[in-house]
């Protein structure tokens, strides 16, 4: 995101406040309008998730023993859960991605009980990706 990230609090607290699917789903959709577009060069075949519904992309960079992703992807919905992932993973160590409880933050966001299967498939892919590092 070229604006700076939200905090995982914040991320939590705008969740929480706004109770309800249609309000949490209008969240993700503005969340993904703040995710930068990758270049049709970043979206080599070797940055594509698989496992994902939509065209998925996810690049992965260690500077200095962090991790920076940059993500895209052709579905607006997809777009947002990837800047809810990078909020939550963006700059950590290996050590902190390793540790971080992914399906706790889901189960606190409310994510996976509203999304379809093949979403959450996708979404957990991603996840696997990042964690591989």
């Excluded at 939200?6 to 706004?18: A, R």
């Excluded at 999304?115 to 990706?129: D, H, K, T, W």
Aim: glycine residues 6%; aromatic residues 6%.
């Amino acid at each position: 995101m070229a604006e700076s990230l939200m905090s995982l609090d914040q991320l939590l607290s705008d969740f929480s406040e706004n109770k309800g699917w249609d309000k949490q789903y209008r969240l993700i959709i503005q969340l993904g309008k703040k995710l930068p577009a990758l270049t049709e060069t970043e979206k080599k075949q070797h940055n594509q998730v698989k496992g994902c519904e939509s065209r998925a992309w996810l690049a992965i960079e260690e500077k200095e023993g962090h991790y920076y992703l940059q993500m895209d992807s052709d579905s607006r919905v997809v777009k947002g859960l990837m800047a809810i992932l990078l909020i939550i993973f963006q700059g950590k160590t290996a050590q902190q991605i390793q540790r971080i409880d992914i399906e706790d933050l889901f189960v606190q966001l409310g994510l996976l009980n509203h999304l379809s299967p093949s979403r959450a498939n996708g979404l957990l892919a991603i996840v696997n990706r990042i964690k591989d590092v």
